[in-house]
């Protein structure tokens, strides 16, 4: 079993920078990590992704503002958000991929507002 645990979402002012991290634990290593999120009355929508080979994978929306980093050994996954913008406020996931089971964290909240 694997558990990822968020952290890193707050209040933001439009401009400014977050760093969102995510945690995994258990013993099954993660081929995939990345982030979804969510706004509210909108689907979920991939932000970005990252292979075990570090193979990243963005939104089109983020693409410049966002950088997806991670840990193989520790297997954590951060996202650094700069030049946040009123668009990206939702709740942000982390997942984990492996094989054909897809784990989620509880999600952390983002909001871009001044």
């Known amino acids: 079993q694997v558990q990822l645990v968020e952290s890193g979402g707050g209040l933001v002012q439009p401009g400014g920078s977050l760093r969102l991290s995510c945690a995994a634990s258990?013993?099954?290593?993660?081929?995939?990590m990345g982030w979804y999120r969510q706004a509210p009355g909108k689907q979920r929508e991939l932000v970005a992704s990252i292979t075990g080979e570090g193979i990243t994978n963005y939104a089109d929306s983020v693409k410049g503002r966002f950088t997806i980093s991670r840990d193989n050994a520790k297997q954590t996954v951060n996202l650094q958000i700069n030049s946040l913008k009123p668009e990206d406020t939702a709740v942000y996931y982390c997942y984990g991929a492996a094989l054909t089971k897809t784990y989620w964290g509880q999600g952390t909240q983002v909001t871009v507002s001044s």
């Open positions: 258990g013993s099954i290593f993660l081929d995939a």
